[in-house]
């Protein structure tokens, strides 16, 4: 069965440092898609970063880095240079090819406090 | 700007009425989903619709109806709410793409008295 694990509940760190947030997943797909998500204080949901099971290369996106790690079904979040504002619940979430159900199946989610 | 909105925002409702959640997307996207949110439960999906006149079930729809009358709005329905279902509830919307991801409305809070 699908899910999606993210061990980490919350992280503390210091603004301008670089943060790692750790996600596994478990899936019988051979092709399947991996995204993050940001959760503001005020309760906005956004798209952060994708990786497409198939691309061995990391996805970047401005100071959002992936590290995938495929034969041990990890993917983690890098954020450098935090600043304040990413402060936020950070969600890992999945897609399967299998049943084209278009549905995500999300982690529980890990809060970051980036402190001044 | 495309967008997903949902109404209302919160919501107080009585043990055994009839609440109903809406929700409106102008991306022209054939997928919407209803997920709710839960401190420690993440978000769940409840159902999904991937083409008007049709719904599906998520993982978690005992208690929940839904309803796609055209491609851009979506909406939930508890017949009877209880207790167990004040939470925050999320739509979204996506493009039949595997590699597409969700574009999120703002979220209702619910709560059950």
């Known amino acids: 069965a699908q899910k999606v694990t993210q061990t980490q509940t919350s992280i503390s760190v210091m603004e301008k440092t670089t943060v790692t947030m750790d996600c596994v997943y478990e899936?019988?797909?051979?092709?399947?898609?991996l995204f993050w998500y940001k959760q503001t204080a005020s309760g906005e949901i956004v798209f952060l970063i994708r990786?497409?099971?198939?691309?061995?290369e990391n996805a970047t996106e401005g100071h959002y880095s992936l590290n995938f790690q495929k034969p041990k079904s990890s993917i983690g979040l890098i954020i450098t240079a935090t600043q304040i504002e990413d402060s936020a619940v950070y969600f890992c979430?999945?897609?399967?090819?299998?049943?084209?159900?278009?549905?995500?199946?999300f982690g529980l989610g890990t809060t970051l406090q980036v402190q001044p | 700007e495309a967008a997903v909105t949902q109404s209302p925002r919160s919501k107080v409702a009585v043990t055994g009425g009839k609440v109903t959640l809406s929700c409106h997307q102008t991306?022209?996207?054939?997928?919407m989903y209803w997920y709710r949110q839960d401190t420690g439960h993440g978000l769940r999906l409840i159902h999904y619709?991937?083409?008007?006149?049709?719904?599906e079930k998520g993982d978690i729809p005992d208690g929940y109806k839904a309803s796609r009358p055209s491609q851009e709005n979506f909406s939930l329905i508890l017949e009877l709410a209880s207790l167990s279902q004040t939470a925050v509830y999320f739509c979204?919307?996506?493009?039949?793409?595997?590699?597409?991801?969700?574009?999120f409305g703002s979220g209702t809070r619910l709560l059950v008295i």
């Open positions: 979204a919307s996506s493009d039949a793409w595997g590699r597409s991801d969700y574009t």
């Open positions: 991306n022209n996207h054939d997928y």
């Open positions: 899936t019988r797909d051979s092709s399947y898609f």
């Open positions: 990786q497409d099971s198939y691309k061995k």
């Open positions: 979430a999945m897609r399967e090819i299998t049943g084209n159900t278009g549905k995500l199946i």
């Open positions: 619709s991937y083409v008007a006149d049709s719904t």
